[in-house]
């Protein structure tokens, strides 16, 4: 039987989001949370460094394969940012997706729509052992707006301000089980999936 793999994560969202996707694929998911609760330390300078962090400090803790990812918002006209720094991006130790959210408008205040163009990005990171000397990544992008107000007065994180032209909706208004097809930790998920089957099938030739 194969073993469960760990999710790297104490985000209840996230695992919300990942453990149906992996499921999907047959793949047997716990949360890090049901073995222990401290987080690792995300010194990483990219999202794809933060993951691999994350991916690695789960599965030494669990002797277990891990998958973590690391996400967030990037504007054009803020050179990337908030970047790695989106949970945390008003300067608050703990997060607060108000002031992350009320921060992001006021710097964005005087930029017109043509300036506010936006991507979510995530990077996954699968692990077989602490150790592994080769990571499976996969990194997906989820491109759109930013508004000049909320939209709903609720979702996550940014999602009330990000605008995705295509579906005429914000983010917040996307049900879930489109969103859990088609946004950035989606496709990230996907190459990861298509990246370990690959392998699989590899080792049987």
């Given at each position: ?8 994560t ?5 695992v ?9 694929a047959?793949?047997?998911?716990k ?10 330390v995300?010194d990483?300078?990219?999202f794809?460094?933060?993951a ?41 130790e703990n997060?607060?997706?108000?002031l992350n ?75 879930f089980?489109i ?13 990861v ?9 590899d080792?049987?030739?």
């Amino acid at each position: 039987m194969m073993s469960p793999i760990i999710l790297a994560t104490g985000n209840p969202n996230k695992v919300k989001e990942l453990a149906p996707m992996l499921g999907m694929a047959g793949i047997v998911t716990k949360p890090q949370t049901d073995f222990f609760t401290e987080e690792a330390v995300e010194d990483g300078l990219s999202f794809v460094e933060n993951a691999i962090i994350k991916a690695r400090f789960a599965s030494e803790r669990t002797g277990l394969p891990a998958l973590a990812d690391d996400s967030g918002l990037e504007v054009e006209a803020l050179n990337g940012q908030p970047g790695i720094y989106s949970a945390r991006y008003a300067g608050v130790e703990n997060g607060s997706e108000e002031l992350n959210l009320k921060k992001l408008l006021r710097d964005m205040a005087m930029l017109p729509y043509p300036q506010r163009l936006a991507r979510y990005s995530c990077a996954v990171v699968y692990v077989k052992h602490a150790r592994d000397p080769m990571p499976v990544i996969g990194v997906g992008h989820w491109y759109g707006e930013i508004l000049m107000k909320p939209r709903t007065g609720y979702g996550i994180g940014y999602d009330d301000v990000m605008w995705i032209p295509e579906l005429v909706k914000s983010v917040s208004e996307i049900p879930f089980e489109i969103k859990n097809r088609i946004s950035h930790r989606a496709k990230a998920v996907q190459s990861v999936i298509n990246q370990l089957n690959q392998l699989k099938g590899d080792a049987r030739r």
